[in-house]
């Protein structure tokens, strides 16, 4: 559903806040586009987007945050486009999320990170093992992510116990497969925000967001700020969440 609210005051309950937001950051190459400037300008400025989002979902004491940065689609985009995002990768890993440790955030990178150079992958287990003590909000970071290859991947390492007579097909549940995937032991999003205007999943969290709220916006991810961050927990706060109860 699209809701789009006027800007004004608005009233968030810090006592219902959800406690993990999921977000699909889209928009970047149309922010670029509309200022005549080439795409990783507009991945440049969609970075900076990210790091204020993580200062402001702090302040307002989100527990969890996951952005969709780059899916297990995006390697179709031209060499030249994958190799500026990688490239500011390596610029955020280095600078900007050192930052975050100094801020107690602890950083979870979710997907395939095999496909990544190695100078990328390093980098990740670097961050990740420095922020692991870390209790203050986690950001999950989805790198050459896609819910259907983390199923895949989930699914794979279950038959492999099947196989061997760990497990039985009897046993599997719902908790035995929400373990094998990448958000283990992560809460489910409660709220998904998709920037720029488009409507659709993308391949995101699949399993996790079976009974997500989704709020979608026209805003631009590069242009994407705290008051549009407060008005997406607005409309979250005031939706009646029933679970398929009634």
């Known amino acids: 559903m699209f809701f789009q609210k006027k800007r004004e005051v608005l009233l968030i309950d810090s006592s219902r806040l959800p406690k993990h937001i999921a977000i699909v950051m889209d928009g970047n190459g149309r922010w670029a586009a509309k200022r005549a400037l080439p795409k990783k300008a507009g991945h440049k400025a969609g970075a900076e987007a990210f790091e204020r989002l993580i200062t402001d979902a702090k302040e307002i004491g989100i527990e969890h945050i996951t952005v969709y940065a780059f899916s297990t689609e995006n390697w179709r985009r031209s060499e030249e486009e994958v190799a500026a995002i990688m490239d500011l990768m390596r610029y955020y890993l280095k600078n900007s999320f050192q930052r975050f440790l100094k801020d107690n955030v602890r950083m979870h990178i979710i997907g395939d990170i095999s496909r990544l150079d190695e100078d990328i992958q390093e980098q990740i287990r670097e961050v990740e093992e420095k922020s692991k003590a870390k209790d203050g909000m986690t950001v999950h970071i989805a790198l050459n992510y896609g819910g259907r290859d983390e199923l895949r991947r989930g699914i794979t390492q279950i038959a492999e116990k099947v196989a061997i007579g760990e497990l039985s097909p009897q046993e599997i549940t719902e908790e035995i497969i929400a373990a094998q995937l990448d958000t283990a032991g992560v ?60």
């Not at 009974?211 to 026209?218: A, I, L, N, P, W």
């Not at 242009?223 to 927990?233: M, N, Q, R, Y």
Request: glycine share 6%; aromatic share 20%; hydrophobic share 35%.
């Open 187 to 246: 809460p489910d999003p409660e709220l998904v925000i998709r920037t720029s205007g488009e409507e659709r999943i993308s391949n995101f969290l699949l399993w996790q967001i079976a009974y997500s709220e989704f709020y979608f916006t026209d805003v631009l991810w590069p242009d994407f700020g705290k008051k549009d961050l407060e008005e997406a927990i607005y409309y979250y706060q005031n939706r009646e969440r029933r679970f398929g109860g009634r």
